[in-house]
């Protein structure tokens, strides 16, 4: 069965969200045009409400303030007892205000009119099958994660923050090895001054034009440009780093033993340079990470490494374990890499875990794996040798060299303990 949803604030009444399109009324079915009719407040973006004829739409007319979404709460209830319309850009709930109001009011207290989304009809123009269409949005965003969908042959949609995204992101494919992708950008879409321009990212000859615009990539990699696949592994050569990294086989088998799930937070801790945390993320949009790294030096270098491939959004912790843990949302895994002596470390690294949270621990330090083997005998779990050897030249023939294997303890939470993750949750 499915559940209510849950009830609007006491004294906010139900709202109308509107979608609407470049092409402004005359693009808005009957149902949109009643809704803002009979509105008694409108509220919207300024290029939004100035679509709206005054003599058609006669409500009280009001802007949303910047940063819009800290306000939200604060301007339904100015307006509680009034007929209330919100303004949307296309589909309210893709990437749209619908999101915000529907945390704000449940489900319950909207009704949502939504018109064709600039995906929709940029897929429309370019023939391109929305399903096969991967987008990401820009707006408010960095442009550096979009390196994270670069793939070649890989269609994209960029949402873009305004007149200078597209040119911000050809700078972007040219740093990423993906200077020879495709681009065009499809500019009011749906209006009657719709236009279109393309080129290569490679030379790129196009000034800022209007700020209204979604990106089209056809992603081609560079000739020699590396390649960095979507499963866990990349290659070291993709990190910048001072030698405190895990090796490509042994991270590879730690995410698979992490296993991210879309929306899970991660605790990397000594992050080194960040790599376990930036893989994780990459599995999913929607996956979050907070690595801990006591060395600033070290902590810098893993934000230069998740902006270059594509997860800009990880939160870097500069200080020590465990005392940098205090205060951090409660996580679904937690990586451990470095400090594992530390007094207390894995006793907190432990009690924020959830019941069903999953720890995973490496080292190549006896001292350390006589602290996991300890671990192991108190809460099972798994416990393995991971052993890499490499071949390489020997005299004229070739042999094995062997990297100091790793030993590694991964565990999942039993229920039942009380912890201060189940606590939070």
């Not at 509107?18 to 509105?39: C, H, K, M, N």
């Not at 003599?55 to 209330?84: F, N, Q, T």
């Not at 000594?270 to 376990?276: A, E, T």
């Not at 050897?389 to 030993?407: D, L, N, S, Y």
Request: charged share 20%; hydrophobic share 45%.
């Amino acid at each position: 069965m499915t559940p209510a949803p849950p009830a609007s604030p006491a004294g906010i009444p139900a709202v109308t969200v509107v979608g609407i399109g470049a092409d402004g009324w005359a693009g808005l079915p009957a149902a949109s045009r009643a809704a803002l009719a009979d509105a008694e407040v409108i509220v919207g973006g300024p290029r939004q409400l100035g679509l709206l004829p005054a003599d058609a739409c006669p409500g009280e007319r009001v802007a949303w303030p910047s940063p819009l979404r800290p306000a939200v709460r604060g301007l339904l209830a100015a307006h509680a007892g009034r007929r209330v319309a919100v303004l949307a850009s296309g589909d309210p709930m893709f990437y749209g205000i619908g999101r915000a109001l529907t945390e704000e009011l449940g489900a319950g207290g909207l009704r949502v009119l939504p018109h064709p989304s600039s995906v929709s009809l940029a897929c429309a123009r370019l023939g391109w099958p929305v399903e096969d269409t991967e987008v990401i949005t820009l707006v408010g965003r960095p442009a550096a994660r979009l390196a994270a969908a670069l793939h070649d042959g890989r269609r994209l949609l960029v949402l873009s923050a305004g007149a200078a995204t597209p040119g911000e992101v050809a700078a972007l494919l040219r740093d990423r090895g993906f200077g020879p992708s495709r681009m065009r950008v499809l500019e009011q879409l749906g209006s009657a001054h719709e236009g279109a321009y393309e080129g290569v990212a490679d030379d790129w000859p196009h000034a800022p034009g209007d700020p209204l615009n979604v990106v089209a990539v056809e992603c081609r990699r560079a000739p020699g440009a590396p390649r960095l696949g979507a499963a866990p592994g990349l290659p070291d050569a993709a990190y910048e780093s001072d030698g405190q990294l895990t090796k490509r086989h042994v991270r590879a088998a730690t995410l698979a033993v992490l296993a991210p799930v879309p929306g899970e937070l991660l605790w990397d801790v000594g992050g080194g340079s960040g790599s376990i945390a930036v893989e994780w993320m990459r599995t999913h949009p929607t996956c979050r990470a907070v690595t801990v790294e006591k060395n600033t030096v070290r902590a810098a270098r893993i934000v230069r490494n998740a902006d270059r491939l594509g997860v800009p959004g990880l939160r870097v912790v500069t200080g020590a374990a465990p005392a940098a843990l205090a205060g951090l949302p409660a996580p679904d895994a937690v990586f451990i890499g470095g400090g594992l002596t530390a007094s207390g470390l894995l006793d907190a690294c432990w009690a924020a875990l959830p019941a069903g949270g999953r720890l995973v621990a490496n080292t190549v330090t006896l001292e350390s794996e006589a602290l996991l083997t300890e671990w192991y005998r108190r809460h099972g779990g798994e416990l393995v040798r991971l052993a890499v050897a490499q071949a390489v030249p020997v005299g004229g023939f070739t042999g094995w060299r062997q990297a100091m294997p790793v030993t590694q303890w991964s565990v999942t939470k039993p229920a039942g303990q009380g912890d201060r993750g189940d606590q939070e949750r």
